[in-house]
């Protein structure tokens, strides 16, 4: 099922060829109405740094449903996902609250089916990232060493074995993860569309490069990219749909270099999430009760994202 | 004078830290493991190299992180490298020497479990899950698993093997892997697999722990090596460090 907005590109055998067509800039609002429908494979990706929250906000806001999500660690995003009610299914691959705890509303769909009853699919950050991968090389799986002897592979259809053809040892294959929609935080975009995002950047380049489509918010929008830090990755503007200018848009999470992350917000999140009505009330207030990510950050306030400091040099 | 009296969890962190040998490439994971790593490097291994799964390689944080990606790890780091990376090209291809690993439940021939407590489709404890850890129990050159000891983490066999010690057998290790657990560090001591059977031994205990304590602390019929030792209680220097590490971070994290 295509969304509106979708149709960049076109399918040729199992290969997803785009057009060379530049990022669009737009609002939040209208990416995600355009470019998320109900139902898709949406992967929004940032391993603890850069994390998508605003674009997350939007899907609840905007009432997406049935879902089928992946992130390596699902983090606080997809908890308030899914305890809003807009996933049927999560591939990941380690479901914690990062050095805090469980995820409570995950544990709560897991456990108890609430709200609702949801699949998942589960793996290890290896695998994952093979599985992004692939995704972004357009093969059909990714090839990794571990799994053996363990119980996931029972559970997880997308893993199987192989014998390597030149040596006959027994490898895992982990289907390549081609999602509908990426959806990434980046510290800056020029005025071409060109994304620039440096520290920690995980599977985000994999992630864009194998989805069909994608979202993109930034910290800024400038002249000229600047590399900044010794790891700096570009996505030039004909890999990505949507471009967003949306500051501090991966609160509670962090972009390095604009701010630090909220780790007592992740602390805090520990007792928000456990019961249901106060988490029903956190999303009433500072999700459903704003207008936009703007809103939030006022709701939030302003003394929570203090500025980062750049590297020295 | 600073106060040298300690709890079982400090022995436990600094008995971790000890197995760190200087300039060794350490694949680091959140909480125990993290704090032990961290204590070694700012005692007796100044030059051991640490590496986190979000990509960090030679991270030197003055704080311990509450993430695995936090801020402090990849400005103080050598270099930082895509997640699909650091799982290819440095943990798969060999260039740890040590893994460092917890879990929920291990077994007697060091299998982990941090998937769920009772049947994966009902579970009676869903937990996070794998993380980085069934390919550091695979691929890294040895690995130092680090919990406290308690008879319903201590289990004969464990609910969902999520990382592999030695199969549940014994007899399930890859030839092609590394070396597997050499270690279990515990607030009571110390347990090592067996050269032949690989089943996990009491070989060491902290000082003032009787054998039967962490006999009865653990869900199996326990082998105790012929000789058990007894671990050095930590000197004033190691109990400094880890405190101020621990303070530090804990005013960090309040921010």
Same mark, same amino acid.
Not at chain 2, 114 to 123: F, L, Q
Not at chain 2, 207 to 210: D, K, L, M, N, S
């Given at each position: 099922m295509a969304p509106p907005g979708a149709g960049r590109g076109s399918e040729v055998g199992s290969v997803w060829h785009t057009d060379a067509v530049l990022a669009q800039f737009t609002t939040l609002r209208e990416a995600v109405a355009d470019l998320i429908g109900d139902g898709d494979t949406v992967a929004m990706e940032g391993f603890t740094h850069l994390i998508p929250f605003a674009a997350g906000h939007e899907v609840i806001r905007q009432e997406k449903r049935d879902l089928v999500v992946s992130r390596l660690t699902p983090d606080v995003i997809y908890d308030q996902m899914i305890g809003a009610g807009c996933v049927r299914k999560v591939i990941f691959s380690w479901g914690g609250n990062p050095g805090v705890g469980s995820l409570h509303r995950l544990r709560d769909a897991v456990e108890n089916g609430y709200p609702h009853p949801i699949e998942i699919e589960e793996h290890s950050h290896a695998g994952m990232a093979a599985r992004y991968a692939a995704g972004a090389a357009g093969l059909p799986f990714g090839v990794l060493r571990a799994y053996a002897g363990t119980d996931l592979a029972a559970h997880t259809s997308t893993i199987r074995t192989l014998a390597c053809p030149f040596t006959g040892e027994e490898l895992a294959a982990v289907a390549a993860l081609s999602p509908d929609v990426a959806v990434i935080h980046a510290q800056q975009a020029d005025r071409a569309g060109n994304i620039g995002m440096w520290g920690i950047t995980g599977v985000q380049k994999e992630a864009v490069l194998g989805a069909r489509r994608s979202i993109v918010t930034v910290e800024e929008v400038v002249e000229e990219l600047v590399p900044l830090g010794s790891n700096f990755v570009v996505l030039p503007s004909?890999?990505?749909?949507a471009v967003a200018h949306v500051p501090h848009g991966c609160h509670p999470s962090y972009a390095l270099g604009f701010s630090t992350r909220d780790n007592r917000f992740y602390v805090e999140w520990d007792e928000i999430s456990r019961d249901r009505a106060t988490f029903d009330e956190w999303i009433d207030q500072y999700v459903n009760g704003v207008d936009d990510h703007a809103g939030y950050l006022r709701m939030v306030g302003e003394s929570r994202f203090e500025p980062g400091h750049l590297r020295d040099g | 004078m600073p106060d040298t009296t300690y709890t079982a969890d400090e022995m436990m962190t600094v008995t971790a830290s000890r197995h760190l040998a200087d300039g060794a490439v350490c694949f680091v994971g959140i909480g125990l493991p993290s704090e032990a790593a961290n204590l070694a490097r700012l005692t007796h291994a100044p030059n051991l190299v640490l590496i986190y799964e979000s990509g960090t390689i030679g991270t030197r944080p003055l704080t311990l992180p509450l993430s695995i990606g936090d801020d402090e790890l990849a400005m103080t780091a050598l270099s930082v490298v895509s997640v699909p990376e650091i799982f290819a090209y440095w943990l798969q291809a060999g260039r740890i020497d040590v893994g460092f690993l917890s879990a929920a439940q291990i077994d007697r021939f060091g299998n982990l479990n941090?998937?769920?407590?009772?049947?994966?489709?009902?579970?009676q404890v869903r937990l996070p899950g794998a993380g980085g850890a069934p390919e550091i129990a695979a691929a890294a050159g040895q690995v130092l698993v680090m919990l406290r000891q308690k008879k319903r983490m201590f289990v004969?066999? /464990?609910? +969902?093997?999520?990382? /592999?010690? +030695?199969g549940r057998d014994g007899t399930g290790r890859p030839a092609s892997w590394g070396a597997g657990p050499t270690a279990v560090i515990t607030d009571l001591g110390i347990l090592r697999p067996d050269p032949a059977t690989h089943e996990l031994t009491l070989t060491a205990v902290h000082?003032?722990?009787?054998v039967e304590q962490v006999r009865n602390e653990t869900d199996w019929n326990l082998r105790v090596a012929p000789e058990v030792e007894v671990t050095e209680q930590p000197t004033t220097d190691e109990l400094v460090v880890l405190r101020e590490l621990k303070q530090r971070t804990e005013e960090a994290h309040r921010r």
């Open positions: 004909w890999t990505v749909t | 941090s998937t769920v407590i009772g049947p994966y489709e009902r579970p004969g066999t /464990v609910d +969902f093997v999520t990382s /592999v010690g +030695f000082p003032g722990v009787e």
